[in-house]
């Protein structure tokens, strides 16, 4: 994923993905990020580091675990 640390927003949309990777919670400069209609239950803890995350769409997932901070 090292070509993407200067990614400031990513759509993963529609992929069917079950999981995200722990490795997201690098891509630091991410301002907004699309997961929409997928079939995740829950977010890696990593999502914590993306402090300059301010969008983040979850819609039509099934998330059931949000981590803490």
């Given at each position: 994923?090292y070509?993407?640390?200067?990614?400031?927003?990513?759509?993963l949309?529609?992929?069917?993905?079950?999981?995200?990777?722990?490795?997201?919670?690098?891509?630091?400069?991410?301002?907004?990020?699309?997961?929409?209609?997928?079939?995740?239950?829950?977010?890696?803890?990593?999502?914590?580091?993306?402090?300059?995350?301010?969008?983040?769409?979850?819609?039509?997932?099934?998330?059931?675990?949000?981590?803490?901070?």
């Amino acid at each position: 994923m090292y070509p993407l640390l200067k990614v400031k927003y990513f759509n993963l949309s529609d992929n069917r993905l079950i999981k995200l990777p722990d490795e997201l919670g690098n891509l630091t400069k991410l301002i907004e990020l699309r997961v929409m209609n997928n079939q995740l239950k829950e977010l890696p803890f990593s999502i914590s580091r993306l402090s300059n995350l301010k969008e983040l769409h979850l819609k039509n997932n099934q998330i059931t675990y949000l981590p803490e901070n």
